[in-house]
């Protein structure tokens, strides 16, 4: 199916457990990106890349790495979750436009 | 103060109504502008893009830009119970080497039959 595909949609892992989001798309979009949505705080920027092998990091990077090896690829890695990581996480894809969302998935850590 | 700012709403109003929502913006580079709904446990929806100021019409939906007064509008005419949701304001510089995107925190809309 074309766009952009989210995995797993539902997570829940421990505390101190390394956990990885995953985010492909089919439209062969230069720039990624990964958001995290909370009560209060609306859609916050955790990284983007604008082509394969190349990120930046957003506004609430601490905490997360991501890797592009491939223009379709965009994972994002809990290195070692913390509760404070639970939340609904977007990835999203675009070119010249705006940006297009995957579903989400919503990350609980207990 | 916020980059973007937006009214949480909820806001209710009857089925017909016309609707209009709101997002004022600190930032004078922006220059792209949008607006995405997001239905509950969905990931958000483009609905309109704009560049610069100026109105540009999709069917029942109006975005308006302002940039003398970095104020920005979204006017839902007709408005029927599927446009129940939560509306995203968003916005852009002229890119450089990235496209992010800036978010309001969303204004929660019902409309009732």
């Known amino acids: 199916d074309a766009g952009i595909t989210q995995s797993p949609r539902y997570k829940i892992t421990e505390t101190g457990r390394q956990v990885t989001l995953m985010c492909h798309q089919t439209w062969s979009h230069s720039y990624m990106f990964w958001y995290r949505q909370d009560l209060g705080h609306g859609l916050r920027l955790i990284y983007y890349?604008?082509?394969?092998?190349?990120?930046d990091k957003g506004e609430v990077p601490d905490g997360y790495v991501v890797s592009r090896s491939k223009t379709e690829n965009f994972p994002l890695t809990l290195e070692s979750a913390t509760r404070s990581q639970t939340s609904v996480y977007f990835c999203?894809?675009?070119?010249?436009?705006?940006?297009?969302f995957g579903q989400g998935t919503r990350l609980t850590v207990v | 103060q916020k980059e973007v700012e937006q009214d949480p709403g909820p806001l209710s109003v009857p089925e017909g109504a016309i609707v209009s929502l709101n997002c004022t913006y600190s930032?004078?580079?922006?220059?792209?502008f949008m607006w995405y709904r997001q239905y509950s446990r969905k990931g958000p929806e483009l609905l309109m893009y704009t560049y610069s100021s100026g109105n540009k019409e999709d069917g029942r939906f109006t975005a308006q830009v302002d940039k003398s007064s970095k104020y920005i509008s979204l006017f839902i005419r007709d408005s029927q119970p599927s446009d129940s949701a939560t509306y995203l304001c968003a916005m852009r510089d002229s890119g450089g080497s990235n496209y992010k995107l800036t978010f309001g925190k969303g204004t929660l809309l019902t409309v009732n039959p």
């Open positions: 999203a894809s675009s070119e010249t436009g705006g940006a297009f």
């Open positions: 930032n004078s580079a922006f220059q792209y």
């Open positions: 890349s604008a082509a394969a092998d190349i990120t």
